[in-house]
Nanobody, 126 residues
Framework: QAQLVESGGDLVQPGGSLRLSCTASFFTFDRHAIGWFRQALGEEREGVSCISSSGGATDYAGSVKGRFTISRDNDKRTVYLQMNSLMPEDSAVYYC???????????????????WGQGTQVTVAS
């Protein structure tokens, strides 16, 4: 059964940084585009960033562009989300998701992905 496991969530002060990791159990990881989504309490799940299977294409939500960086290491079957200059409005449960996709990636809809992790909590507060 294909699985994704997120880690790295924590409580951090405004202006701080965190690096989230998303590690896959399946060996076809290098055929999968990966997306990061987040869901704050009472809000809908929204796309944050994504990366294509090769790592050659990325996309970011406008609210995180310039602050977050996504990357991947296919040998380690892991995608990273480096989050800098964190703000309280970044507080949410962060999920990674995967789909087999040859080119590009999509953060516009959760329906673009069919494998999801369990989420990791990020709280930005002083």
């Amino acid at each position: 059964q294909a699985q994704l496991v997120e880690s790295g969530g924590d409580l951090v002060q405004p202006g701080g940084s965190l690096r989230l990791s998303c590690t896959a159990s399946f060996f076809t990881f290098d055929r999968h585009a990966i997306g990061w989504f987040r869901q704050a309490l009472g809000e809908e799940r929204e796309g944050v960033s994504c990366i294509s299977s090769s790592g050659g294409a990325t996309d970011y939500a406008g609210s995180v562009k310039g602050r977050f960086t996504i990357s991947r290491d296919n040998d380690k079957r892991t995608v990273y989300l480096q989050m800098n200059s964190l703000m309280p409005e970044d507080s949410a449960v962060y999920y990674c998701a995967a789909v087999v996709r040859r080119l590009g990636c999509d953060i516009g809809t959760t329906r673009a992905y069919n494998v999801w992790g369990q989420g990791t909590q990020v709280t930005v507060a002083s």
